[in-house]
């Protein structure tokens, strides 16, 4: 019996009738079609979202985004890549209907349009919500690190500055000694001429010139990093290392693991992040009340006591029951007595904390160490019993907070303060990793999206949000299918 035979290649063929013919009518590129010409461009505030009146005719871009969408689903990115496509495959040729643009300005549609991917990304999730694709009662919020177009050697510490100024002085001094000793020896022994020693040395002391240019930089905008390829990017932990990434913080909803929101931030760290995102996701799921959950980096007094005050209900991850005092509105105080286990709270638009017993505590100085301020309150630390302070003498109360976060001045009139107490349902912590780790998984491993393109907070959201778009839209793909999601569409 003989094998299965392939075409002859010389034989003719014809494709189908028609460019329609090329994909049927369950691929998902017909949704893609089908909601981005549902957009209003100029609504989004795409740039060029009409003709010109004269001169070359430009590339819709509705199809241009058409094209990052489809890419971005199908683990192609590259704006090179993605120009290669519309030459060879056929879906792409179907979406694009034969349009091939060049990889320039694929490129530069997704720079020039950052801010309106967003807008799209936006869109979208209120198209899932008139779907009823999220319960709108719990979110989890985490972040992830994801690897910007910077390396490790173009980022700058102080530490890492001091180690090569150290070098650097060491190189040049052995280059004049090299210097002296060739004047006491013979020409023919001469490992470098005089001239190419001078010559290494002012390359050296160029180098000094910029590692120490960069050193006064940081210390005059108190930056603790300087990345030159990227600036807005950092140094952070990533996968047991230490790379230059950007933190991407995003909200999922339980009922369907899709996206509500995300932000890009420099810091490494999640602390103070809970507070805005949890008002994100209340804005975008336009609820009054939301359960947030959230792993133990999001662990902060201050930030749980503003989200329960705006109807914000956190769950953080090996928490344990806590009691703070924080501001209210009553004409007087509440009764404070003891407390075992209570926080401070920080009142950043006063600069001003309130122990557990109640008290409230000015900022007296800085410590050396970065990110570190003492508060005080003298009378009422020296006749506290409460365990809250750390110092022996009793007099000074430590908060750790960033530098950033202070301000000159504070107002403690008509200040009255109320006791609470915030605890974590271990139900609903069992269930952060599945709904928040779902999105990041998938989008790292799957659609090959762990690392950057672009740079720049502002291009890297853009980045970012096509890249939510497709992880989104294949979700209700998956849920929903292709012809309810082009008719919930067209309705």
Same mark, same amino acid.
């Given at each position: 019996m003989n094998f299965i035979n392939a075409e002859d290649r010389n034989q003719i063929t014809f494709m189908p009738d028609t460019i329609d013919g090329y994909v049927d009518e369950n691929n998902p590129v017909r949704v893609i079609d089908a909601y981005i010409n549902s957009l209003d461009l100029a609504e989004l505030e795409f740039s060029r979202s009409q003709p010109n009146d004269t001169g070359r005719p430009m590339y819709d871009p509705k199809d241009l985004l058409k094209l990052y969408v489809y890419g971005y689903i199908n683990r192609l990115r590259s704006s090179r890549r993605l120009e290669t496509e519309t030459k060879r495959n056929l879906e792409v040729i179907w979406l694009m209907r034969k349009l091939s643009p060049d990889h320039k300005t694929i490129a530069r549609f997704r720079r020039d349009n950052s801010d309106a991917l967003k807008n799209v990304f936006r869109n979208f999730v209120k198209l899932c919500t008139k779907l009823e694709l999220y319960g709108k009662e719990l979110v989890a919020i985490d972040g992830s690190k994801f690897k910007a177009v910077n390396s490790k050697n173009r980022n700058f510490t102080q530490n890492k500055l001091a180690y090569r100024l150290a070098n650097i002085e060491a190189k040049i001094q052995e280059y004049l000694d090299k210097l002296d000793e060739q004047d006491k020896q013979d020409a023919a022994n001469i490992e470098h001429t005089p001239e190419e020693?001078?010559?290494?040395?002012?390359?050296?002391?160029?180098?000094?010139?910029?590692?120490?240019?960069?050193?006064?930089?940081?210390?005059?905008?108190?930056?603790?990093?300087?990345?030159?390829?990227?600036?807005?990017?950092?140094?952070?932990?990533?996968?047991?290392?230490?790379?230059?990434?950007?933190?991407?913080?995003?909200?999922?909803?339980?009922?369907?693991?899709?996206?509500?929101?995300?932000?890009?931030?420099?810091?490494?760290?999640?602390?103070?992040?809970?507070?805005?995102?949890?008002?994100?996701?209340?804005?975008?799921?336009?609820?009054?009340?939301? +359960?947030? $959950?959230?792993?133990?980096?999001?662990? %902060?007094? &201050?930030?749980? #006591?503003?989200?329960?005050? *705006? =109807?914000?209900?956190?769950?953080?991850?090996?928490?344990?029951? +806590?009691? $703070?005092?924080?501001?209210?509105?009553? %004409?007087? &105080?509440?009764? #404070?007595?003891?407390?075992? *286990? =209570?926080?401070?709270?920080?009142?950043?638009?006063?600069?001003?904390?309130?122990?557990?017993?109640?008290?409230?505590?000015?900022?007296?100085?800085?410590?050396?160490?970065?990110?570190?301020?003492?508060?005080?309150?003298?009378?009422?630390?020296?006749?506290?019993?409460?365990?809250?302070?750390?110092?022996?003498?009793?007099?000074?109360?430590?908060?750790?907070?960033?530098?950033?976060?202070?301000?000159?001045?504070?107002?403690?009139?008509?200040?009255?303060?109320?006791q609470i107490t915030i605890s974590s349902d271990k139900n609903i912590l069992k269930q952060r990793k599945c709904i928040v780790e779902h999105p990041f998984g998938t989008i790292k491993r799957t659609m090959d999206a762990g690392y950057l393109l672009t740079k720049g907070k502002r291009n890297v959201r853009g980045e970012l949000s096509l890249t939510f778009l497709a992880y989104n839209l294949k979700r209700v793909l998956n849920i929903v299918g292709v012809p309810q999601l082009i008719q919930a569409i067209q309705a």
């Open positions: 020693i001078a010559a290494i040395i002012a390359g050296l002391v160029k180098r000094k010139e910029e590692y120490e240019g960069y050193r006064e930089e940081m210390k005059q905008t108190e930056e603790t990093q300087k990345s030159l390829t990227d600036p807005e990017s950092r140094l952070m932990k990533y996968k047991g290392d230490t790379e230059v990434c950007y933190n991407v913080q995003a909200v999922v909803d339980s009922k369907n693991k899709l996206v509500v929101d995300y932000d890009v931030v420099s810091q490494a760290q999640d602390k103070n992040l809970l507070k805005p995102m949890g008002e994100k996701a209340k804005e975008m799921l336009e609820v009054e009340h939301l +359960i947030v $959950v959230a792993d133990t980096g999001y662990d %902060s007094a &201050s930030d749980m #006591v503003d989200c329960i005050e *705006n =109807g914000i209900i956190p769950h953080i991850s090996r928490m344990e029951d +806590i009691q $703070v005092c924080v501001e209210t509105d009553n %004409s007087e &105080s509440s009764s #404070v007595t003891s407390f075992t *286990n =209570g926080r401070c709270v920080y009142i950043a638009r006063r600069n001003i904390a309130v122990c557990p017993m109640g008290q409230i505590l000015y900022p007296k100085s800085y410590k050396a160490k970065p990110g570190a301020a003492l508060f005080y309150n003298g009378k009422a630390c020296k006749e506290c019993s409460c365990r809250c302070t750390e110092s022996k003498s009793m007099k000074q109360f430590e908060l750790m907070m960033r530098k950033s976060e202070f301000s000159k001045a504070y107002d403690d009139k008509n200040f009255r303060v109320k």
